[in-house]
């Protein structure tokens, strides 16, 4: 390969031993490898080891981008806090896929044919994008919608589905889910109209519920959890019982949202962004109009001012004219302009065009000032 590529692979759940570095550095020799973490880029050649294996045996973040226009992002979650059944309504071959790695679930994210600006080398990423494993952990699979409606956008879903299942808060974006929504360039106009209607949505993770579902958890499995919080397996708990608050019966979040039809959003953000860009075409021709208004204005003040010394003017032209040099040409025509606009104005152009000639035959082996005076179009 000789185009730029990014990878950067994270470890959550548990540091790298040295024998997984040592295996890790026989993938590169050139890569930065610590006890959390493998990052490398390449400029000529290629990773010499595939992601989801790597990810599988030692990783649980990975984001990688090429300036072939591709990014991908992928998440590892451990199959006994995750149920790959829910990843199943949002998945897509081309955009989302999850393959189970052992006693994990990886969850892979790809984008491609994308507008990649080429001052970003993808060092950035990973520390926008690593919360939405906690989220995905926590219950929240609003970045499985957000994959999924990427999908649709890349026209993987056909126009007849039904639209994936809906979690609330697409009306209210984090930033790491603004931050994912930006990695992949979801279109706004698509984002808009899957999240209208998620307004009477309202947050099932407030302290309130959090705090009503604590205290209905019977003593028992309270105590459990606090022996597992003294004994040191409590690194997930709070992730756990944040999913369990969600997930609760009675912990719903509002109405369920109804699913649409995939031709339907499509067109509804069709529309959308056509309406937004006559308001912005709007927006746009009134600025020019002020601009030209405001332009004008001030062309007439100029011109007041220009009256009262316009044989000093002619004589500014001819100093600007003999300094020879192309910013003192380009003041010289505009001046030259002005004072074209000034006999226009008072019925004088008797009086301009003889006095342009004369200068035009004074400096008429000057051939870059006389190709501005032509361009400009002011008489010969």
């Given at each position: 390969?000789?185009?730029?590529?990014?990878?950067?692979?994270?470890?959550?759940?548990?540091?790298?031993?040295?024998?997984?570095?040592?295996?890790?550095?026989?993938?590169?020799?050139?890569?930065?490898?610590?006890?959390?973490?493998?990052?490398?880029?390449?400029?000529?050649?290629?990773?010499?080891?595939?992601?989801?294996?790597?990810?599988?045996?030692?990783?649980?973040?990975?984001?990688?981008?090429?300036?072939?226009?591709?990014?991908?992002?992928?998440?590892?979650?451990?199959?006994?806090?995750?149920?790959?059944?829910?990843?199943?309504?949002?998945?897509?071959?081309?955009?989302?896929?999850?393959?189970?790695?052992?006693?994990?679930?990886?969850?892979?994210?790809?984008?491609?044919?994308?507008?990649?600006?080429?001052?970003?080398?993808?060092?950035?990423?990973?520390?926008?994008?690593?919360?939405?494993?906690?989220?995905?952990?926590?219950?929240?699979?609003?970045?499985?919608?957000?994959?999924?409606?990427?999908?649709?956008?890349?026209?993987?879903?056909?126009?007849?589905?039904?639209?994936?299942?809906?979690?609330?808060?697409?009306?209210?974006?984090?930033?790491?889910?603004?931050?994912?929504?930006?990695?992949?360039?979801?279109?706004?106009?698509l984002l808009a109209v899957a999240a209208e209607g998620d307004e009477q949505t309202t947050d099932p993770l407030t302290d309130e519920a959090l705090g009503a579902f604590i205290?209905?958890?019977?003593?028992?499995?309270?105590?459990?959890?606090?022996?597992?919080?003294?004994?040191?397996?409590?690194?997930?708990?709070?992730?756990?019982?944040?999913?369990?608050?969600?997930?609760?019966?009675?912990?719903?979040?509002?109405?369920?949202?109804?699913?649409?039809?995939?031709?339907?959003?499509l067109s509804a953000a069709e529309a959308r962004a056509e309406e937004r860009r006559r308001r912005e075409a709007e927006r746009a021709a009134a600025e020019r109009a002020r601009?030209?208004?405001?332009?004008?204005?001030?062309?007439?003040?100029?011109?007041?001012?220009?009256?009262?010394?316009?044989?000093?003017?002619?004589?500014?032209?001819?100093?600007?004219?003999?300094?020879?040099?192309?910013?003192?040409?380009?003041?010289?025509?505009?001046?030259?302009?002005?004072?074209?606009?000034?006999?226009?104005?008072?019925?004088?152009?008797?009086?301009?065009?003889?006095?342009?000639?004369?200068?035009?035959?004074?400096?008429?082996?000057?051939?870059?000032?006389?190709?501005?005076?032509?361009?400009?179009?002011?008489?010969?």
């Amino acid at each position: 390969m000789s185009a730029y590529q990014y990878y950067e692979f994270q470890a959550v759940d548990r540091p790298l031993i040295a024998e997984d570095q040592a295996a890790l550095r026989a993938i590169s020799t050139r890569a930065r490898i610590t006890a959390a973490s493998f990052t490398n880029h390449y400029e000529w050649g290629d990773l010499k080891a595939d992601p989801a294996e790597m990810m599988g045996r030692w990783f649980d973040l990975h984001v990688s981008m090429a300036h072939w226009y591709t990014r991908s992002f992928m998440v590892r979650l451990p199959r006994r806090l995750f149920d790959a059944e829910r990843i199943r309504p949002y998945a897509c071959d081309g955009t989302l896929r999850a393959e189970r790695k052992g006693d994990g679930l990886v969850l892979a994210f790809t984008a491609d044919e994308l507008e990649i600006d080429g001052a970003d080398d993808g060092s950035g990423w990973m520390a926008a994008l690593a919360p939405l494993r906690a989220q995905l952990l926590e219950g929240d699979l609003r970045c499985l919608y957000l994959g999924w409606l990427l999908a649709v956008q890349r026209g993987e879903v056909g126009e007849d589905d039904a639209e994936a299942p809906r979690p609330p808060g697409l009306s209210r974006l984090d930033g790491a889910l603004r931050a994912f929504v930006e990695y992949v360039r979801l279109d706004q106009d698509l984002l808009a109209v899957a999240a209208e209607g998620d307004e009477q949505t309202t947050d099932p993770l407030t302290d309130e519920a959090l705090g009503a579902f604590i205290q209905a958890l019977p003593v028992a499995e309270k105590d459990a959890l606090l022996t597992r919080l003294a004994r040191g397996d409590g690194a997930t708990l709070p992730g756990e019982l944040r999913r369990c608050c969600r997930e609760a019966p009675g912990g719903a979040s509002g109405p369920a949202l109804p699913a649409r039809r995939v031709g339907d959003l499509l067109s509804a953000a069709e529309a959308r962004a056509e309406e937004r860009r006559r308001r912005e075409a709007e927006r746009a021709a009134a600025e020019r109009a002020r601009r030209e208004r405001a332009e004008a204005e001030a062309r007439l003040r100029r011109l007041d001012v220009l009256a009262a010394r316009v044989d000093a003017a002619w004589l500014e032209v001819e100093d600007r004219i003999e300094a020879k040099r192309a910013a003192e040409y380009e003041q010289a025509v505009n001046l030259l302009l002005d004072l074209k606009a000034l006999a226009e104005r008072d019925g004088r152009d008797e009086d301009f065009r003889p006095r342009m000639a004369r200068l035009r035959a004074r400096h008429s082996r000057k051939g870059t000032l006389i190709d501005r005076l032509d361009r400009a179009g002011l008489p010969g």
